[in-house]
């Protein structure tokens, strides 16, 4: 299973971020994982939400630059290690990692990490055959 991440390039400007928000607000879509990586010219903001086409049609809308990419979502135990788990099981399998971000689920004991792959396939079939959950949703 994978999930769709959104993208939105922003300039690096003071409210940008909060423009986003606002029109995903206003949209009533739910940010569930956030991330953002800037430089000092331009930010890449990555969500994941609970309604995709809503959000790239209302974010289109107002002009913004978006890309959609696929992307693992990985729920793992909120606990000491298990995160370890999954980074040496890649490295094992020489997955590699392009970049990741984490989110809490809302179930007690749980989190997710969002793990963007350079060999998507690859990565999916590696965690499906070593019996860890990938969500569509969350």
Known sequence: MQIKQISVFLENNAGRLGEVTGVLARAKINMRAISIADT????????IVDNTEGAVKALSAEGFTIRETDVA??????????????????QRSQVNIEY?????????????????????????????????STIETF
């Open 40 to 47: 000092a010219d331009f930010g890449i903001l990555r969500l």
């Open 73 to 90: 979502a990985v729920e793992i135990k909120d606990s000491p290690g298990s995160l370890a788990q999954v980074m040496e099981l890649f």
């Open 100 to 132: 990741l971000y984490a989110s809490l689920t809302g179930k007690a004991g749980k989190a997710v990490v969002i793990f963007k792959l350079e060999d998507h396939e690859k990565g999916l079939r590696i965690l499906q055959e070593n019996g860890l």
